[in-house]
């Protein structure tokens, strides 16, 4: 998926955001499990088992998709059935805004995560969202089912979902050769964008068929079911077994640390192109927090929950076919990219909005997302050439939350102008997000003339790297 810095995201990208630290990984040795985790001196690469002989890595991966399903799901039913219920925009923005808040807050997570005991966390977080999820289908049961009640439910489901990413940031090299890791997180990335498309057209169909608080009843299930799979994964020892002492000691470094980790992201970032890119992309993203906020209102006006579903999914296959093609992009000036990149997928959003069928609207809407796709890809790749290692992380966190901030803000706004304009009229001013990349960068020569991403070093980007150490 794309992540937070100069590439667009959708309510559901958290789990991938730009905002872990390279230190958020504890040093614990690993648990004794079968042979294909890491428990033993690791042998040379070419000798390591499969990846997918070990048992604790297919047990984490089955229950990534399994939760991320649900949180596809639940995402899709509760805006569409906050909609349904009151039939504004503004409620569904609101909405919305809460599932987004994990863009404000993950950044706070990972150093909590760090000092937390991870099974138990693991394993707690999907029964928490299990039990209060089933909270909407009893109140429905019982005729009390209201706006109100699922917007005192959704604050609970999302703060269980923070600890995921750093989680998996902290876990992965417990269970996984360091050799191994970076398939490992390869295949989990590609999980979850393939989940994004699927669960999405899915949802909107389940909720067609059977309505939306049935959908919940299904939802608490894979809840129940990744549960069980973490709990079947082996760790031995834990990042919270520490004296009072240690304890103490650790929350105030860690929050020195978080800071001093904060300033050197700001002081590196200063001064260079990536904060004008950071810029296009809060934009881009405030028109996106917009669009998802008034997408069901849109969808129910073309043919209902079905229709809903299937832009969601379009969204999502746009955006994995803009990663699958963004390596034959990397020649290509990163400039130039954003400037026609972005401006086609603004044609193709209005066309998609005015397009005379709801299947022409599904395809063009899908369309306009493959430049935010290559993007993201490219993007990433930008980061890990023209930073240095050690600040990588920091420097990602500042700008997944700078430009990640204005998701929420987008759909409490765009539920307000939904209201006010109407829904097509705000589904094309949202296109503006996108075309507004590729006019800044017209008017920006020095934006224009960014080297290809295979050419990009340093200098290019303005980024300092002779003696800045940490940035401190």
Wanted: charged share 15%; glycine share 10%.
């Amino acid at each position: 998926m794309p992540t937070a810095s100069e590439s667009p995201a959708t309510s559901r990208d958290s789990h991938d955001a730009e905002s872990q630290t390279d230190d958020a990984s504890p040093t614990h040795e690993p648990s004794t499990t079968d042979p294909g985790s890491s428990t033993d001196p690791e042998p040379p690469a070419d000798r390591q088992p499969s990846l997918w002989r070990n048992r604790d890595f297919r047990r984490f991966f089955a229950g990534q998709f399994v939760t991320n399903a649900g949180d596809s799901l639940y995402t899709v039913a509760v805006l569409w059935l906050v909609f349904e219920l009151s039939g504004s925009t503004v409620l569904t923005g609101i909405a919305n805004s809460m599932l987004l808040l994990p863009w404000l807050l993950q950044i706070l997570a990972g150093p909590i995560v760090d000092r937390l005991p991870l099974k138990p966390v693991l394993v707690g977080s999907q029964l928490v969202q299990g039990v209060v999820v089933l909270a909407l289908p009893l109140a429905a049961a019982t005729g009390n089912l209201s706006v109100g009640v699922i917007l005192a439910v959704v604050p609970l489901l999302v703060l269980s979902t923070l600890v995921m990413a750093p989680m998996q940031t902290t876990l992965l090299p417990r269970i996984v050769p360091e050799t191994r890791l970076s398939n490992a997180n390869s295949a989990l990335a590609t999980v979850t964008l393939g989940l994004d498309m699927v669960f999405d057209a899915l949802g909107g169909a389940f909720i067609a068929v059977f309505g939306a608080t049935t959908l919940f009843l299904f939802d608490s299930v894979t809840f129940a079911l990744a549960a069980l799979l973490f709990a079947g994964i082996g760790l031995s020892g834990d990042a919270a077994e520490t004296d009072d002492e240690t304890t103490t000691g650790r929350d105030e470094s860690v929050l020195a640390g978080y800071l001093d980790d904060l300033r050197a992201g700001i002081d590196t970032l200063r001064g260079t192109v990536f904060v004008e890119l950071i810029l296009m992309t809060a934009v881009a993203n405030f028109a996106i927090g917009v669009t998802l906020a008034i997408l069901p209102s849109f969808g129910s006006g073309l043919g209902g929950p079905a229709i809903y579903g299937l832009l969601l999914g379009a969204l999502g296959i746009g955006r994995l076919i803009g990663s699958v093609v963004a390596p034959y992009l990397e020649d290509v000036q990163y400039g130039r990219l954003l400037l026609v990149g972005h401006s086609l997928g603004a044609c193709c959003w209005l066309a998609a909005v005015y397009a005379p069928t709801p299947a022409l609207t599904v395809v063009l809407f899908g369309l306009s997302w493959v430049p935010a796709g290559a993007s993201g890809v490219l993007t990433a790749t930008l980061n890990q050439t023209v930073f240095p290692k050690d600040l990588l992380g920091r420097v990602s966190s500042v700008k997944g939350t700078a430009s990640g901030a204005t998701l929420p803000l987008g759909s409490l706004v765009g539920g307000v102008v939904a209201a006010v304009l109407g829904t097509t009229t705000t589904m094309g001013l949202a296109a503006v997000g996108f075309g507004f990349t590729g006019l800044y960068t017209l008017l920006r020569p020095r934006i224009r003339r960014l080297p290809s991403v295979a050419d990009a070093d340093p200098p290019a980007f303005d980024v300092a790297v002779a003696g800045d150490g940490d940035g401190e």
